[in-house]
Structures are given as C-alpha cells and as structure tokens.
C-alpha cells in the first residue's frame, strides 16, 4: 500500500474562474476519479492547512489518499496532469510505503 500526499495553493487561474466554473471543474475531476476509486484508491483526508502548525508548509490544502500499487499512484498523478490541475493549483506531491522511518534514518 503507497500512500500520496497532494500539498497545493490555487493559482490566479483558479481564482479567476466563477463558482459555477470551479464546481464544474470539482465534477469533472470527481468523476474521472471514480475509476481509480473502483480499483481501491481512497481518500483519507482532504483539508486546509490549518494557520497555526508548527513549521508550516507554504500550501494552502491537502489530501492524502491510499494507493494500492505505483501503477494506481501514476494513475492519479496522470489524473491530475491530464486535467490541467497543475494550471489552477501550485503543488507538491508526496509518495511511498508505509515504513519503519526510524530505521531508514539510522542507516543513511
């Protein structure tokens, strides 16, 4: 099981649109998601960054989805990069295992 992080601030595209333009453009990405959440890609948490969190990531939302294999994680990624998503929001992205970390940073 992968786990992947999405980290993303809207751009002034994004801000452009009008309501109406944004919710069709959720839908939209909604909807071409449901494959992947048909073949066991969830979403554990969507949110915004709260304010007061000690060394603060410059983005304003998050959402951390599980992923069953790296082909399902390049699914998502192909997702976002086919729906001009990286046009509307500034983003960074996180993907790995769950892990033993302490023993990987001991062995570095």
């Known amino acids: 099981m992968k786990y992947f992080i999405e980290l993303f601030t809207p751009t002034q595209a994004w801000l452009d649109l009008n309501k109406e333009e944004r919710a069709a453009y959720l839908a939209h990405i909604n909807e071409s998601a449901k494959g992947l959440m048909d073949q066991g890609v969830a979403i554990i948490s969507m949110n915004e960054n709260d304010q007061d969190t000690l060394h603060r990531a410059d983005y304003n939302f998050f959402v951390v ?9 390049n699914g998502v990624q192909d997702l976002m990069a ?4 990286f046009n509307y929001f500034d983003q960074i992205n996180l993907k ?3 892990t033993d970390i302490f023993e990987k940073l001991i062995n570095l």
Request: glycine content about 6%.
């Open 96 to 98: 790995g295992d769950s």
């Open 82 to 85: 086919n729906s001009d998503w």
């Open 65 to 73: 989805w599980t992923v069953p294999t790296d082909e399902l994680a």
